[in-house]
């Protein structure tokens, strides 16, 4: 451990920047193109790969019974390693924010330890599913939006969004999400995307860009050259897809051509489309494997940079997903990503400890190793440190401290939540209903609830006791948490479950084939009588899957992908929105109506037809 600290501070390797204060960054900004130039001329080879890097600390060190703790202070150890190594940019993630106070003072002292320009600060800030801030206005999310088609409301969601990262200190966020969810079975993108539809998503996307961009915040639209027709998750392995290049031209090539004019960065898929590069790679158990676009040179620099003619920052998706890190060798893969045309390289190595540190530096020799003997990469070293570098400059990125007094008045201000709100309301859709919505609520209903987790029958129950309180009614709850999928569930265990119930709240999250608990709990309400409102908590499709169903809506999104402390965070609004769009009050007023119309086709099982389309919703 002490060899590594002090080889961060002797190797003469890493240690010739100063740090740009603000006043000559400021005239630097005058003439970005030229000074962009001159600063890269004049860096040294560590200086030029640190800005091209970008790593994440999610956690640093274990407590006493070994569990990793997350990094919410900056440690000298990381500041170091930012310093010495030149590093360009750091992703936060959820784990690295508490609150709003601390999270301007992790990023004010993030800025402080950089070693010469101010640092991107990036953050997965897409809303819905995808949220880092634990406190902050998370919006509905993309497929949701997608369901109001109002470009007017995905800007304002950009605009929300760009103010609150601005009052934050993050100047980069890694949103929005183009590609088309045009496979229903697709694991990691579903609710993420706006649309199967690529028009529609790329004006929604455009709109939320134009947004976000009037607070100075930079956008990074995503997975390049699309992520949205796989049956496999990248975080886990490596996705194919199998369609012509006429296919992907069509479909989903579209939004990113769309949006390429407005965003500042495009961030790589870790998926093999053989039509766009149809050569293979060695892993390193010695499988061959197609070449992932995030390393392909005829994807990346002949597709994307020549005749798209794109001119903004490539980034690669994280470096550490399955996909990659499974396949191939780390250092090796950094190589081959800059040779393909990525400018930045996100967390390739993975820094927990002090003593990951050697991962870094192994990085940094072996790519200097490589680049003295291969003009190629030095020169796309050159090349990508320059873009980034000038997209620093253009863009008046700044290291100036931010007031954690003025984020706390901006950041899940009131304002920002009811309008959060007021776009789930717009968002819910009805898919189904046969004289059981809205149903009529009374005083002393009883309405039980089944999901497959405890606490989404909890934020369930909290929002229905909320709308009896508003209502100044009494009402019953009763949950049980059933595993959608299995089959350990009797029908005489469910019937004593719904037993004197009024209405019964089915909350299915992503179904497939063959849900028996599922199905059993409707067969069971409706030989009863009982009624049965099937909510789609997260993809629209759940319908698909089931027969029998009389009331059906989707809400698009309940809890979202980061797990803390073994718990998900929920997505209250859009749980709210659509719990308030099943009832009438007790003197026949609706509460909301549906108004969404679903953003995608709801297709069978077996994918070969539609049953709901496109466009479809239905109204009171």
Not at 18 to 47: C, G, R, Y
Not at 199 to 225: C, D
Not at 316 to 332: H, L, P, Q, R, S
Not at 507 to 529: C, D, E, G, M
Request: hydrophobic residues 40%; aromatic residues 6%.
């Amino acid at each position: 451990m002490n060899k590594i600290a002090l080889s961060l501070c002797l190797l003469s390797f890493f240690c010739s920047a100063k740090v740009i204060t603000h006043q000559q960054l400021a005239d630097l900004w005058q003439s970005p193109e030229a000074e962009a130039k001159q600063l890269v001329e004049n860096m040294s080879f560590a200086e030029k790969l640190g800005q091209m890097l970008m790593l994440g600390f999610p956690h640093w060190g274990i407590d006493a019974e070994k569990n990793v703790l997350a990094m919410t202070k900056l440690k000298p150890e990381i500041a170091n390693i930012i310093h010495h190594y030149h590093l360009g940019s750091v992703i936060l993630f959820r784990d690295n924010l508490i609150d709003t106070p601390q999270t301007v003072n992790l990023i004010n002292a993030l800025q402080q330890a950089r070693s010469n320009l101010p640092l991107f600060i990036s953050i997965d800030q897409e809303g819905g599913y995808v949220t880092r801030l634990r406190i902050g206005t998370e919006m509905p999310g993309n497929m949701a939006l997608g369901a109001t088609r109002s470009k007017q409301l995905s800007e304002l969601v950009g605009m929300i969004h760009g103010y609150e990262l601005m009052h934050l200190g993050f100047n980069f966020n890694f949103a929005p999400v183009v590609d088309i969810n045009n496979n229903q079975d697709n694991p990691i993108i579903g609710v993420r995307s706006y649309s199967d539809r690529p028009q529609l998503v790329a004006e929604m996307a455009n709109s939320y860009i134009q947004g976000i961009h009037r607070y100075a915040v930079l956008t990074a639209i995503k997975h390049f050259p699309g992520h949205g027709n796989v049956t496999a998750d990248s975080h886990l392995s490596l996705p194919t897809i199998n369609i012509s290049q006429q296919q992907w031209r069509k479909f989903e090539l579209l939004p990113f051509r769309h949006t390429m004019p407005n965003t500042d960065a495009i961030i790589t898929a870790h998926i093999v489309i053989p039509a766009l590069d149809n050569h293979k790679l060695t892993t390193i158990d010695k499988r061959q494997v197609g070449v992932p676009a995030t390393l392909s040179k005829p994807i990346l620099s002949g597709i994307l940079r020549n005749k798209l003619n794109y001119q903004g920052l490539i980034i690669t998706d994280v470096m550490d997903m399955g996909a990659i890190a499974k396949n191939f060798d780390a250092n090796w893969v950094v190589k081959q990503a800059i040779l393909a045309g990525n400018d930045i390289i996100l967390m390739p190595v993975k820094i927990t400890a002090i003593e990951d540190v050697t991962k870094l530096e192994q990085l940094y020799h072996y790519l200097k190793t490589e680049a003295q003997s291969n003009p190629e990469l030095d020169r796309r070293i050159g090349e990508s440190a320059y873009r980034v570098v000038l997209s620093k400059l253009k863009n008046r990125i700044s290291a100036q401290d931010k007031s954690a007094q003025q984020a706390q008045q901006v950041v899940a201000a009131k304002i920002d939540k009811d309008i959060e709100n007021m776009v789930a309301d717009n968002a819910i859709t009805l898919i189904k209903n046969s004289n059981v919505l809205p149903f009529q609520l009374k005083n002393n209903n009883k309405i039980v609830i089944f999901s497959d987790e405890k606490a989404r029958n909890q934020l369930i129950k909290k929002h229905l006791l909320a709308l009896a309180d508003e209502l100044n009614i009494n009402m019953t709850t009763q949950d049980d948490v059933v595993t959608m999928m299995a089959d350990d569930k009797t029908e005489q265990q469910l019937t004593t479950k719904m037993q004197n119930s009024d209405l019964i709240i089915l909350a299915t999250y992503n179904l497939k084939k063959a849900p028996i608990n599922a199905q059993r709990i409707l067969n069971v309400a409706n030989r009863n009588a009982i009624p049965v409102v099937v909510i789609a908590t997260n993809n629209p499709y759940d319908i698909a899957y089931l027969r029998g169903v009389k009331a059906n809506i989707a809400i698009y999104g309940i809890t979202g992908f980061d797990a803390i402390n073994n718990n998900r965070n929920n997505l209250e609004t859009n749980i709210r929105s659509g719990l308030r769009t099943l009832f009438l009050t007790p003197n026949k007023r609706l509460i909301n109506s549906p108004t969404g119309r679903l953003p995608v086709d709801i297709k069978t099982p077996d994918l070969d037809r539609t049953l709901y389309p496109y466009g479809y919703g239905l109204v009171y």
